[in-house]
Nanobody, 124 residues
Framework: QVKLVESGGGLVQAGGSLRLSCVASGLTFSSRGMGWFRQAPGKEREFVASITWRGTSTVYGDSVKGRFTISRDNSKNTVYLQMNSLKPEDTADYYC?????????????????WGQGTQVTVSL
């Protein structure tokens, strides 16, 4: 059974930082592209960042480029999202997802497995 478990969310002031983690089990993590998505209240889920199976290539959503960094540790079956210079508009539930293949992708349809999410709230 595939399981993705996110952690690291919480309440932070604008300008602050958080580091999200997602631990995967039940799949060959090291062969999968991984992604982070987010969904704010009343809005559709949007792409945040993705990373290839070896971590050699990354893709970012326009709203987080330059502030967020995705990385992975295949020895720990874990993908991370370092979030700096947080803004109130970054407030959302953040989800990690495991890709159908090994590449990095913006498309939600390219992801097969999803975590339950972790909440991030950024206050003024």
């Amino acid at each position: 059974q595939v399981k993705l478990v996110e952690s690291g969310g919480g309440l932070v002031q604008a300008g602050g930082s958080l580091r999200l983690s997602c631990v995967a089990s039940g799949l060959t993590f090291s062969s999968r592209g991984m992604g982070w998505f987010r969904q704010a209240p009343g809005k559709e889920r949007e792409f945040v960042a993705s990373i290839t199976w070896r971590g050699t290539s990354t893709v970012y959503g326009d709203s987080v480029k330059g502030r967020f960094t995705i990385s992975r540790d295949n020895s720990k079956n874990t993908v991370y999202l370092q979030m700096n210079s947080l803004k109130p508009e970054d407030t959302a539930d953040y989800y990690c997802a495991a890709g159908r293949g090994s590449l990095a992708s913006r498309g939600q349809g390219d992801y097969l497995h999803w975590g339950q999410g972790t909440q991030v709230t950024v206050s003024l």
